[in-house]
T-cell receptor
Framework: DAGVIQSPRHEVTEMGQEVTLRCKPI?????LFWYRQTMMRGLELLIY????????DSGMPEDRFSAKMPNASFSTLKIQPSEPRDSAVYFC??????????????FGNGTRLTVT | GESVGLHLPTLSVQEGDNSIINCAYS??????FIWYKQESGKGPQFIID?????DKRQGQRVTVLLNKTVKHLSLQIAATQPGDSAVYFC???????FGAGTRLTVKP
């Protein structure tokens, strides 16, 4: 079991640039979550998907943020244009979700984004 | 929406003592609760979960207690070890909203 794989591990970019974060969930998991973690705001849920369909994107801060899940094994979180206040650690997590049963979330090791 | 918060932001205990970390939640309809441990530079790691049809569940050195009447969740760690030093989060509900976290420091 390779776990949830996120890339890149670190990203440093200049304000105004487009940033794309990538996530490969655990095989067999059909739910995928994106979180953002900062000292000030803690671990915030941005969006989650069930069976590749976005269920709740109310945590996406602005139109500059977008997330896609084109298939069961890949998701992206894009920020365009990026701003310094977007600097944070972004986590992807996945789990198996069947009707009323949910397994625990498994997290990747995160992408540390720095926008200068 | 869900409001999830922790009572104590930091907790310092002596090695060998028991630790108790607390979490309050607001949505009485929540039916699934998880405790996570996060070490520096890593993603949160699953510790133990409990569903609303239970009020206690035990794992290896850990126990989770759920009090639905007062909407309170706690994590008890027995014989706390230096390796237990980390930030602990509770997550509530199917959409897994996280609390603020409690930093546990274990003194040798």
């Amino acid at each position: 079991d390779a776990g949830v794989i996120q890339s890149p591990r670190h990203e440093v970019t200049e304000m105004g640039q487009e940033v794309t974060l990538r996530c490969k969930p655990i095989s067999g998991h059909n739910s995928l979550f994106w979180y953002r973690q900062t000292m000030m705001r803690g671990l915030e849920l941005l969006i989650y998907f069930n069976n590749n369909v976005p269920i709740d994107d109310s945590g996406m801060p602005e139109d500059r943020f977008s997330a896609k899940m084109p298939n069961a094994s890949f998701s992206t979180l894009k920020i365009q244009p990026s701003e310094p206040r977007d600097s944070a650690v972004y986590f992807c997590a996945s789990r198996r979700s069947v009707r009323t049963y949910n397994s625990p979330l498994h997290f990747g090791n995160g992408t540390r984004l720095t926008v200068t | 929406g869900e409001s999830v918060g922790l009572h104590l932001p930091t907790l310092s205990v002596q090695e060998g003592d028991n630790s108790i970390i607390n979490c309050a939640y607001s949505n009485s309809a929540s039916d699934y609760f998880i405790w996570y441990k996060q070490e520096s530079g890593k993603g949160p790691q699953f510790i133990i979960d409990i569903r609303s049809n239970m009020d206690k569940r035990q794992g290896q050195r850990v126990t989770v207690l759920l009090n639905k009447t007062v909407k309170h969740l706690s994590l008890q760690i027995a014989a706390t070890q230096p390796g237990d030093s980390a930030v602990y989060f509770c997550a509530v509900g199917n959409d897994m909203r996280f609390g603020a976290g409690t930093r546990l420091t274990v003194k040798p």
